[in-house]
């Protein structure tokens, strides 16, 4: 803060009784600073995620919003190290080559390039383009039927319970796939080496299980699928 020429010349500020005050002020004015120094960091102004998405293939974008699948769990099918978030209107998946160092719940703005990458609605970024700010949140996955995982899930975190209906298949170096429905219609879950699960653990599933799985609703082509992020994402009953 530069002083103005009232404050160095007038005796009353230099007042034992109000020199308390007074810096304390100063330093309340700095702190609010620095506080918005952090909130509004060096990106544009974010628009919403749904607004994200929406807007047309190669559109420079900023955007913001919780992480819901972490950075490089997904690395051996997307081929990136990219990370998804989501804020109250709707989920994205960020793709990024270079792994960032944060977990689930961070919060961070982004600015990308609108893209698809195999019928995947994408925002492609850089680290330069990725900020970290203040506030965490464990976003809550949304329950859904097996036949509702469609566009209008697409970049969410869900949750679906079924019976097996196709049991495990190697897609290695990719992943892994199984199929499950609670009567609604059939969905893919495809499971990312990546991710970390343990491959006789799903070998172990059978025909008629039922399971629930924590995933992110992501699209290869024509099909829907949802991918779970960590071994804890997908419970037998």
């Not at 995620?49 to 490089?72: D, N």
């Not at 949750?159 to 969905?187: A, C, K, M």
Request: negative net charge.
């Amino acid at each position: 803060m530069t002083s103005s020429p009232s404050f160095s010349r007038s005796p009353r500020f230099s007042s034992p009784s109000r020199l308390p005050v007074l810096l304390l002020g100063v330093t309340l004015a700095a702190w609010l600073a620095g506080c918005g120094d952090d909130e509004d960091g060096q990106l544009p102004k974010p628009v919403s995620i749904a607004e994200a998405r929406g807007r047309s293939i190669g559109s420079t974008v900023t955007t913001q919003g919780f992480v819901t699948v972490q950075p490089g769990a997904f690395q051996s099918a997307i081929g990136d190290n990219g990370f998804a978030i989501q804020d109250r209107t709707s989920g994205i998946y960020v793709k990024l080559e270079q792994k960032l160092n944060f977990g689930l719940g961070t919060q961070v703005r982004v600015q990308g390039t609108v893209d698809e990458q195999n019928g995947l609605r994408i925002l492609k970024s850089q680290p330069s383009l990725v900020e970290q700010i203040p506030g965490t949140r464990i976003t809550e996955p949304r329950s859904v039927r097996t036949g509702e995982v469609n566009e209008s899930t697409e970049g969410l975190l869900v949750q679906v319970t079924g019976n097996v209906t196709q049991v495990f298949r190697d897609d290695s170096p990719n992943g892994y796939e199984l199929f499950i429905n609670d009567g609604s219609g059939e969905i893919q879950i495809y499971v990312h080496l990546t991710a970390g699960f343990d491959a006789a653990t799903l070998q172990a599933l059978q025909l008629g299980q039922s399971i629930t799985v924590v995933g992110l609703t992501a699209q290869y082509e024509t099909n829907y699928e949802v991918a779970p992020r960590q071994p804890s994402d997908l419970k037998t009953h």
